[in-house]
């Protein structure tokens, strides 16, 4: 049989019912939004509708998927910067949330209220220095000109400025967490009125520290975060907005499981090679991450012990490896699973050389 994915929908339900436990102890206006992006499978996609999530797209096509899925317009976060004109339409009309990136989206905001008539309600993604030395290319830069812009057209009434967002690449310690809330509250004193501070993703690092990764640092927890932010925000008196959280790798992370085969061992390259890819997995592969059990189901010579082989895919891409300098037993025919691939990896997934893995449901 050819590796395929092994889907458990009971770890997504999991994990969104600790997110929001942890959070809505803390605020009563919690919402959790689900990132597309991160896997678009569609029994996760409709797990996070059933259990009340929010959709939260960066593009058109991300956008026609949510609905597809039966999410409501006013259940959809939309990001991103391809935004198109007509779901900008669509999500102002309906009282979705639109978080504006750029001047394109300002441009088009000001476009629809100006042929409706109507003070369009828009957030604002901020971009500033969270402290993490990674210069972000998204957002609206929070003290420039065109920031200064959108406080002058909400003070105007021109247009609504109903809630801030952010969101920063390698951010899980507990430091980002407050730097950012700290910067959101202090931003919604530009505004007259902020319903909601919507704080992106990056909450995997409770996850991934659960889960044993390398690379996980910190003691951080989802509980822990719910503090930080709870604290900064009590001391700035916001504790009383909506909080949203867009969760991607916390949500569907534990959820996939790879399931593949070998293939063959070469000893004089030392070199195992699976009937998968590392574009099955992405991002985990690319960081040398994986964790991954060896059922041994072989029978040749499966008592041999390998010292520092690559364990590589099926493509014929020299980069192609999946895990470096393993040590252990291996044999032709031996399962190898790779645990918690769920967040970037079957999105990534592709048509290259062979068809797509197929997904099981456990």
């Known amino acids: 049989m050819v590796s395929f994915y092994k889907y458990n929908p009971m770890k997504v339900e999991e994990s969104i019912n600790s997110i929001r436990q942890a959070f ?14 991160t896997n678009s499978f569609p029994g996760i996609l409709s797990k996070a509708r059933d259990m009340g999530l929010l959709a939260e797209v960066v593009s058109p096509e991300e956008f026609q998927n949510a609905v597809k899925m039966g999410f409501c317009t006013r259940d959809i976060l939309y990001n991103g910067v391809c935004k198109s004109r007509d779901q900008v339409a669509l999500t102002i009309a309906a009282g979705g949330i639109l978080n ?6 300002l441009d088009m905001v000001l476009e629809i209220s100006g042929s409706s008539g ?36 909400d003070s105007e009434g021109r247009i609504a400025v109903n809630g801030l967002s ?14 950012k809330a700290l910067v959101l509250s202090q931003k919604a004193r530009d505004f007259r009125h902020i ?32 503090s930080s932010i709870y604290e900064v925000l009590h001391a700035e008196g916001l504790d009383g907005r ?12 534990s959820s996939f499981d790879l399931v593949t085969e070998v293939l063959h061992i070469k000893d004089e390259e030392g070199i195992a090679v699976l009937d998968a890819s590392f574009c099955d997995m992405y991002l985990d592969a690319l960081r040398d991450s994986l964790h991954f059990e060896v059922i041994h189901e072989g029978n040749d010579n499966p008592q041999r012990h390998l010292e520092n082989y690559s364990i590589c895919g099926s493509t014929c891409l020299e980069n192609d490896i999946v895990k470096k300098s393993f040590n252990g037993r291996l044999a032709q025919g031996d399962r ?5 691939v769920g967040a970037y990896s079957f999105c990534f997934a592709n048509g290259f050389i062979r068809n797509p893995l197929e997904v099981v449901t456990i």
């Open 166 to 179: 952010c969101h920063f690449t390698s951010t899980k310690e507990d430091f980002y967490w407050r730097r």
């Open 24 to 37: 809505s102890s803390r605020f009563p206006e919690f919402c959790l939004a689900y990132s597309f992006k």
């Open 242 to 253: 909506k909080i949203i959280l867009e969760c991607g790798t916390a949500v569907c992370g």
């Open 336 to 340: 190898i699973v790779f645990r918690n």
């Open 118 to 153: 109507v003070v369009p309600k828009v957030g604002v993604r901020l971009n500033f220095d969270v402290g993490n030395r990674i210069r972000s290319r998204f957002g609206i830069k929070a003290d420039g000109p065109l920031y200064s812009r959108i406080v002058a057209l």
């Open 100 to 105: 504006m990136d750029n001047q394109r989206d």
């Open 195 to 226: 319903e909601y501070l919507d704080f992106g993703g990056s909450l995997a690092g409770a996850w991934e520290k659960s889960d044993g990764r390398s690379g996980a640092k910190g003691s951080v927890q989802w509980s822990d975060v719910a």
